[in-house]
Every structure is written in structure tokens, then in C-alpha cells.
């Protein structure tokens, strides 16, 4: 086999194995560098320790979303992530399955807070779902990042998302 035959073989397998593999992704990589910072309205991603204030909020009148049209990182359409976040239920079967639902970067998001910017936000279908006494906890959601956007009775989404994989989130061990 000629050398510029088996660099090319080679260099065509090197990108397949790279198409498979799936990015992890932060919130703040959903912002554009030149777009401003959001303002977080309720405690960091994870950080459990606030749950009680969330879990009051929820008596309060729905807040409205701040930045409903937010500026999306076009490049990262199509790509394969996964993004840990929590799950805002917009539709549930009669077996108690969410199936359609918005991930949002912080508990409480969406309910009685007001909404992140819709770059904070994915709208997410899920063929199996996830079993709605299991929405305190937040999730990792894999699959085809779009950038396209959504819009629900909660809030504006910039990015949507058929999931693939949908698993508990577990904190690295300190």
C-alpha cells in the first residue's frame, strides 16, 4: 500500500472516531464570546444547599423570562453533547414520564424564577423520558445539539435536543 494510500486511510479513521465521540459542554459555552454574561437568578448549577428557598419560590406568581431572544453559538449546531442540568416538565404521560421538557442550568429555573436567557435553555424530547418523582436531581442529557429555537408557555429556548442518553448527574468526589 502506497504512503499517501495509508496516510489518507488513516486520517479518514481518525475522523470517524472523533465524529462518534461527544463533547461535554458547560452553560457558559452556550453564550457567544461577545455576548454578555447571564445574570443567575438563583443558586449555581448543583448547588443543592438553596433547595428549600427554590422549592418556597414555587407559591409565587410565574416570573417572566429577562432575554428571550439571547444570542446562540451557531457553531455548535449539530454537534454531539452532553450538558448536565436540571429538567422543567412540559409534557408527561399517564405513566408519570417527562418526555418533553426544558434543561435548564440551575433548580427552579423557568418555575417561579425568572427564566434564564434563552441561551441558557434547551427544549429536549426524549423517547423513554424520565420519571417525574425523579426531577429534584439534575441529569446529564446527551445527544445532536440544534441550534433552533423554542418556544414553550414557561419560556424561549435557543438550542433543542432529541436526547440519546439521560442519566443522574453525580458530583466528582472532592
Not at 445539539?145 to 472532592?174: F, H, N, T
Request: net charge negative.
Amino acid at each position: 500500500m502506497s504512503r499517501p494510500l495509508l496516510a489518507s486511510l488513516l486520517l479518514a479513521l481518525a475522523a470517524s472516531v472523533s465524529a462518534g465521540e461527544v463533547r461535554e459542554l458547560t452553560w457558559f459555552e452556550l453564550i457567544p464570546a461577545d455576548a454578555p454574561a447571564p445574570v443567575m437568578q438563583s443558586a449555581p448549577l448543583h448547588d443543592l444547599a438553596q433547595l428549600a428557598d427554590a422549592l418556597a419560590a414555587e407559591a409565587a406568581p410565574a416570573a417572566t423570562q429577562q432575554s428571550p431572544r439571547a444570542p446562540v453559538v451557531e457553531a455548535l449546531d449539530g454537534q454531539a453533547v452532553k450538558l448536565p442540568g436540571y429538567i422543567v416538565p412540559l409534557d408527561v404521560s399517564d405513566e408519570g414520564r417527562v418526555s418533553e421538557f426544558l434543561l435548564v442550568p440551575y433548580f427552579g429555573a423557568c418555575i417561579h424564577v425568572p427564566p434564564p436567557p434563552s441561551n441558557q435553555i434547551v427544549h429536549v424530547t426524549s423517547e423513554l423520558g424520565v420519571r417525574l418523582d425523579a426531577l429534584y436531581q439534575p441529569f446529564w442529557i446527551e445527544g445532536a445539539l440544534r441550534v433552533e429555537q423554542s418556544s414553550s408557555e414557561l419560556a424561549e429556548a435557543g438550542y433543542r435536543m432529541q436526547a440519546d442518553k439521560i442519566y443522574a448527574y453525580e458530583l466528582p468526589d472532592s
